[in-house]
């Protein structure tokens, strides 16, 4: 099982500096992945709050990183033209040399869509078609789409982006699932859905493989991640709207070496969503990867 960490989204305002020591430190560390929210705005006790914009952060992550993973988690499809974020995603997969996993999503926070000019409604619709065309630029180069909700018509991807380039669904509702599965690589789910242990992930890990088999596909084609959310000494909490009670994960070295390696029996990936997110956080849990991957 590999090991990734989310890079900071709001927690605090970080300089683009810290982003680029944070993320080598982090491969130097030796995490497998780096993970970037995508998110514009959010309304919190304290006022708004909002991280910069997801794409172009990863393009400059990808210039100043060697070996590690890149991607969102996850690119609402609401956000951009779908054609345009296949051709982003192709510039950030050549700047990164073929690292970019491509997270995508229906979204859910619409505090943003209202405050940016995005339509909101019946988003799971409108992702089905995005998903459509984002599929055939970055599988074929190619799209000729004409739908209730996008047209792209006689478009061609030039250059041409990896076709292998893996595509990432953040989901596990049903319809969701239902459009993801018959061309998704990997799948993804956030620690506030399944309570942050292995026993509440379970039955969504058999939920993405029901899927995927009734897509006619094997579940051992798909790459499974979870993001899990980690606490050290000195964070604050996070107040993302937990759906179940989700308590962090911590401890000792060893402790959440063991803790976290348990979800080796369901996944492939995590990424530690860490409270606080700093520079010290990174160091601090090099040590507990190092001890997963020695197990």
């Known amino acids: 099982m590999q090991i990734g960490i989310q890079l900071p989204e709001i927690e605090r305002v970080v300089a683009w500096p810290e982003y680029r020591q944070m993320a080598v430190l982090a491969e130097e560390a030796g ?9 514009l705005l959010y309304d919190k006790p304290d006022g708004p709050k909002g991280p910069w914009e997801c794409w172009s952060l990863l393009a400059a992550l990808a210039a100043v990183t060697d070996r590690v993973l890149l991607g969102p988690l996850v690119t609402p499809t609401g956000f951009r033209n779908p054609a345009l974020l296949a051709k982003m995603a192709g510039t950030v997969d050549e700047i990164s040399d073929g690292r970019l996993i491509l997270g995508l999503g229906s979204g859910w926070n619409r505090r943003e869509y209202d405050a940016f000019g995005f339509p909101y409604d019946k988003r799971v619709s409108r992702f089905e078609e995005a998903y459509e065309i984002i599929v055939s630029l970055i599988r074929t180069g190619r799209s000729d789409f004409d739908g209730t909700y996008h047209r792209n018509a006689d478009n061609a991807l030039i250059p041409v982006p990896r076709p292998d380039l893996p595509i990432m669904i953040g989901s596990t509702g049903p319809r969701m699932l239902s459009i993801g599965a018959p061309h998704m690589d990997w799948w ?81 990936h995590v990424q530690l969503v860490v409270d606080p997110i700093t520079i010290e956080s990174i160091e601090t849990l090099a040590p507990v990867v190092a001890a997963i991957h020695a197990r």
């Open 31 to 39: 995490f497998a992945s780096l993970w970037v929210g995508d998110h």
């Open 188 to 268: 993804n789910e956030w620690w506030n859905r399944f309570g942050n242990t292995v026993e509440g992930l379970r039955p969504f890990a058999q939920r993405v493989d029901d899927a995927v088999i009734a897509a006619g596909r094997d579940p051992a084609e798909i790459t499974k991640s979870v993001a899990l959310h980690v606490a050290l000494p000195g964070g604050g909490g996070r107040l993302m709207g937990a759906k179940v009670d989700s308590p962090p994960i911590t401890g000792t070295t060893d402790e959440m070496a063991e803790t976290i390696a348990g979800f080796a029996e369901l996944v492939d």
